[in-house]
């Protein structure tokens, strides 16, 4: 990968298969390799990382009447050296927000991220419009999905992902190929379910100790 300016955006059809935690790990595993923001348009980060949930973020940003470009970087929260969260906000309506936004702001926020020196991982959440826009413009837009009837029911008619991170849940009646053969794109990248991943979250050491069934997300980058 040629670092800075490269965009990678994680969706969902549903909430609850693990887009937030997927998006978040892929931004730690990146951040080893060098500097790289992390984008919250879901609003669940600064909880996995263990952030003050209600500092200014992306939602004042666009709820001012002429958004500064040059004011993004004030809102970004530093998780460590090389990792940094663009938070979503004190957001008042969280569970509609993104359906209720300007698309002109979205593609704004697209051209400004993809002039970034950095590396950029962004949670877009359940892909709500307008923020498909993001999506659009992201060098590689990822599907993460359960081996779920309802989520991949549901995820057909969004956006074709570049890629499918499937959570490979025990009991599960349906395969990874089966996703692959809805999507028709190969899935390189299954994650076992593993409760050391909601442990370290619970524990708030997410980041400083990143559970090692994630580690295979750096076949993404």
Not at 134 to 159: E, M, Q
């Amino acid at each position: 990968m040629v670092w800075g300016g490269f965009v990678l955006s994680f969706y969902a059809a549903k909430g609850g298969v693990g887009c937030s935690v997927t998006a978040a790990a892929t931004a730690v595993l990146a951040s080893r390799e060098g500097p790289v923001l992390l984008v919250d348009l879901l609003g669940d980060q600064p909880a996995l990382f263990g952030l003050d949930a209600a500092s200014p973020g992306l939602a004042d940003w666009f709820g001012a009447d002429a958004p500064l470009p040059d004011a993004l970087s004030r809102l970004e929260v530093p998780v460590d050296d090389r990792l940094s969260l663009l938070p979503l906000g004190r957001d008042p309506g969280h569970t509609t927000w993104l359906g209720s936004g300007n698309p002109e702001q979205y593609q704004t926020l697209a051209r400004l991220l993809r002039l970034e020196g950095r590396e950029i991982v962004v949670d877009v959440g359940t892909a709500a419009d307008p923020a498909r826009s993001i999506l659009g413009a992201s060098n590689a837009a990822i599907l993460v999905s359960r081996l779920c009837y309802l989520a991949t029911r549901a995820a057909r008619p969004l956006l074709p992902p570049d890629d499918v991170v499937v959570i490979d849940e025990p009991g599960r009646a349906l395969r990874p190929s089966d996703l692959a053969a809805v999507f028709g794109t190969a899935i390189d990248t299954v994650l076992p379910w593993d409760p050391a991943v909601a442990r370290a979250v619970d524990a708030g050491l997410f980041a400083a100790r990143l559970p090692r069934s994630l580690h295979r997300l750096r076949d993404l980058l």
